[in-house]
Each structure stands twice: as C-alpha cells, then as structure tokens.
C-alpha cells in the first residue's frame, strides 16, 4: 500500500529544492540573445540535462558515498545542514534567480546548460535531496522508482513553467518571484531540520517517537 503522505512530503522537497518559479528570471536572462523561436528548443535542452545530471545522483549517490566508507545518515545530517544554509540564504539573502543571473553575467555565459540546468534547475540542494531520499538500505526498489517518477515530474512541471516564463514573469514580476522563493526556503529549512534528525536517528543518537495531537471533545 502506497504511503500517499510520504509520496506527498517527498514531492514537496523536491519541488522546494529545485524551485520552478525561481528559475524563471535565470530563463529570461540566458535567453535575452537567443531567437525566440529557439526558446522552447532552449527549455527542452535545459530541463533533459537537469534530469540527467539529478538521475545520476539519484542511481549513483549513495554508492559512492558508501564507497568512500561514508554512512548515510552522516550524509543526510550534512545534507541537512547545507540545505538549512541553502534555505537561509533564500530567505535572508539574495534571492536565487538574482544570484545565478550575476553568475551568468559574471562569466559572460548565458546558455542552457549553465546557469539554467546548472545551478538553477539540478542546484546543489537538489542533489543532495535526491540522495538523501533514496535510501538504498531502508527503501525498496519500487519507493525508489516512485522518488524518481516524482522527480520527473517536478522537472515536467518546470519545463512547463519555463515554456510559458515571458507569461508568468508578467504576472508575477520580480517581486513577485522574490516573495515566492522566500516562502519556499522557509519551507526547505523545515525538511532540512527535519533531515539532519532523520540522521541522527538512523545513526541511534536520536529516537524520535511521533505523537499526534488530542483533540479534545
């Protein structure tokens, strides 16, 4: 029986961690000098290398860390702390699409592959959280299949929001764009909170023992 509420938690990771909405100014700006007749082609390119790049943490992570003699659940405590600072700055500091797009202009590239597959749609967050939630150990080959097909779908979605990105900039604006990523780094910071006692409870440092609320009559 499929646990909908973990498959709900998982695709809300993953949509925090790769932040559709926040790759739409990093789209505008790479495409600034591409014909836009080209702009659907230069979606498409972005998103099938993103998907490449997050597979390959996702089959191949945990391996190599279990390679090095790395146990997961230091893994996911680490994790779990570079998400917090990746969630802090997202509410505290620059948000994400402003600090890509003064990485594009300070290398003077601005294409598909960088900075929109990399670092703004597969971010260093979201190769983390693919890894983390796909524990070779605790998770069946099926919980893996289904972390993946959440993954692919998060991707369709920001494909389709990049599709239709000269729309949504309109509506939502930059301001717009900035409120959102903030919201959804407070978010990640919860799941990064919640990773790093996931890994001291996998290491038996912790044991968390969940209690639901009483509702009283």
Do not use: C, Y
């Not at 860390?65 to 997202?90: K, Y």
């Not at 919980?143 to 949504?168: E, K, W």
Request: aromatic share 6%.
């Amino acid at each position: 029986m499929m646990d909908w509420s973990n498959i709900l938690r998982e695709f809300i990771t993953l949509l925090v961690v790769i932040d559709p909405i926040g790759s739409i100014p990093v789209f505008l700006f790479a495409t600034m000098g591409v014909p836009s007749a080209l702009h659907r082609r230069f979606a498409i390119r972005a998103v099938v290398v993103a998907t490449a790049v997050l597979l390959l943490f996702l089959i191949g992570g945990q391996l190599v860390l279990e390679s090095l003699g790395l146990r997961l659940g230091s893994f996911q405590i680490a994790g779990g702390i570079v998400l917090f600072m990746f969630a802090m700055t997202m509410i505290f500091g620059e948000s994400k699409p402003m600090r890509e797009i003064e990485e594009a202009e300070r290398d003077h590239l601005a294409g598909a592959v960088f900075p929109l597959a990399m670092p703004s749609i597969a971010s260093p967050g979201a190769m983390l959280a693919v890894v983390i939630l796909t524990d070779n150990h605790e998770n069946p080959i099926s919980d893996q299949l289904v972390t993946a097909g959440l993954l692919i779908l998060v991707l369709a979605i920001t494909l389709i929001v990049l599709l239709f990105a000269t729309r949504s900039q309109k509506f939502l604006g930059a301001t717009g764009a900035s409120v959102i990523s903030r919201v959804m780094g407070l978010v990640l910071a919860t799941v990064a909170v919640d990773a790093v006692l996931g890994g001291f409870e996998s290491l038996g440092v912790l044991n968390i023992v969940e209690t639901t609320p009483e509702v009283s009559q």
